[in-house]
């Protein structure tokens, strides 16, 4: 198991305070219904029939329809005796388009966020957010890395000449290696309203 959502779900289902349980049916029964399993280990049908998709949606456990009285179901067996996750963290890694670092941006006008500045006025140590209206109003702090709050600080004001991110990241000097932690900063401040691409 090599992608990071199936691992996820696996992870999910491994936590459940009945998966070891679970596991040891699957491991001893030659093939077992969610109902049998459910009776088995004193769960509520569904709860086992999720847990049994699961394992048969990640090619853990086969499936099998069968008939009882002309009324289908299924059974399931175990497949794999040994579960091995090995998760190449790279693939989910923020590349972006290749030319996502010429796109044009600056601050918004009337956005209502505040940057703070960090010690040495040369760069922002975070962005408060806000949404909603009235006694529903937010408040959300993003605390930034060091590359992060330099790029922020350089960043255009509303009413000057846009600039590229590159030529941000340039003028910031932040080196190329930190481009995908500064555009998952520049995409969450463009789905918030504080950045625009004019």
Same mark, same amino acid.
């Given at each position: &198991?090599?992608?990071?959502?199936?691992?996820?779900?696996?992870?999910? =289902?491994?936590?459940?305070?009945?998966?070891?349980?679970?596991?040891?049916?699957?491991?001893?029964?030659?093939?077992?219904? #969610?109902?049998? #399993?459910?009776?088995?280990?004193?769960?509520?049908?569904?709860?086992?029939?999720? =847990?049994?998709?699961?394992?048969?949606?990640?090619?853990?456990?086969?499936?099998?329809?069968?008939?009882?009285?002309?009324?289908?179901?299924?059974?399931? %067996?175990?497949?794999?005796?040994?579960?091995?996750?090995?998760?190449?963290?790279?693939?989910?890694?923020? %590349?972006?388009?290749?030319?996502?670092?010429?796109?044009?941006?600056?601050?918004?006008?009337?956005?209502?966020?505040?940057?703070?500045?960090?010690?040495?006025? @040369?760069?922002?140590?975070?962005?408060?957010?806000?949404?909603?209206?009235?006694?529903?109003?937010?408040?959300?702090?993003?605390?930034?890395? @060091?590359? @992060?709050?330099? =790029?922020?600080?350089?960043?255009?004001?509303?009413? %000057?000449?846009?600039?590229?991110? %590159?030529?941000? &990241?340039?003028? #910031?000097?932040?080196?190329?290696? =930190?481009? $995908?932690?500064?555009?998952?900063?520049?995409?969450?401040?463009? @789905?918030?309203?504080?950045?625009?691409? $004019?």
């Amino acid at each position: &198991m090599s992608d990071f959502k199936s691992a996820a779900l696996l992870g999910n =289902f491994l936590a459940k305070d009945y998966a070891e349980e679970f596991f040891s049916l699957l491991v001893n029964y030659q093939d077992i219904s #969610a109902s049998e #399993a459910a009776s088995r280990l004193g769960l509520h049908i569904q709860t086992a029939q999720d =847990f049994l998709e699961a394992l048969a949606s990640l090619n853990i456990v086969s499936k099998e329809e069968v008939y009882e009285k002309k009324r289908p179901y299924y059974r399931y %067996a175990l497949k794999e005796q040994h579960i091995r996750l090995d998760i190449d963290l790279s693939q989910i890694k923020r %590349a972006g388009p290749p030319d996502e670092q010429e796109r044009q941006i600056r601050e918004k006008r009337n956005s209502g966020a505040n940057f703070t500045t960090a010690r040495g006025n @040369q760069s922002i140590s975070s962005v408060t957010l806000w949404s909603g209206n009235g006694r529903d109003r937010k408040e959300r702090r993003i605390s930034l890395t @060091q590359p @992060q709050g330099k =790029f922020l600080f350089h960043l255009p004001f509303p009413n %000057a000449r846009p600039l590229s991110i %590159a030529a941000i &990241m340039k003028k #910031a000097d932040i080196d190329t290696s =930190f481009s $995908p932690e500064i555009l998952d900063l520049v995409e969450l401040l463009e @789905q918030s309203g504080v950045i625009e691409t $004019p």
